[in-house]
């Protein structure tokens, strides 16, 4: 069993940039795919970004393309997600989870506890 930690998040303008973290501890973190999710007040938690085990491959969401950066440290067992361009619509609780099935973005193992987001315009 995998413990994940997010951290990072924050209250920013629109237009800033945020970076979280995602440190994991137990299992072998760094052999799966990993990704991050977000849900929004009255919203379904919806896909991020993903990162395969080595780092060598990302996938992102439309709506995040070109603004987020996902990447990981398997040294120090841990992923980021770098935010820029930030938008309100971007405002949510981010979480990180520890085994992603890369080709369909679905989650399958632990999450953590999440960090706010919050962006004003």
């Known amino acids: 069993q995998v413990q994940l930690a997010e951290s990072g998040g924050g209250l920013v303008q629109a237009g800033g940039s945020l970076r979280l973290s995602c440190a994991a501890s137990?299992?072998?973190?760094?052999?799966?795919?990993t990704g991050w999710y977000r849900q929004a007040p009255g919203k379904d938690r919806e896909f991020v970004a993903a990162v395969t085990w080595s780092g060598a491959s990302t996938y992102y969401a439309d709506s995040v393309k070109g603004r987020f950066t996902i990447s990981r440290d398997n040294a120090k067992n841990t992923v980021y997600l770098q935010m820029n361009s930030l938008k309100p619509e971007d405002t949510a609780i981010y979480y990180c989870?520890?085994?992603?099935?890369?080709?369909?973005?679905?989650?399958?193992?632990?999450w953590g506890q999440g960090t706010q987001v919050t962006v004003s315009s």
């Open positions: 137990g299992r072998a973190f760094s052999s799966y795919d």
């Open positions: 989870n520890s085994d992603v099935d890369y080709s369909s973005r679905r989650p399958f193992g632990s």
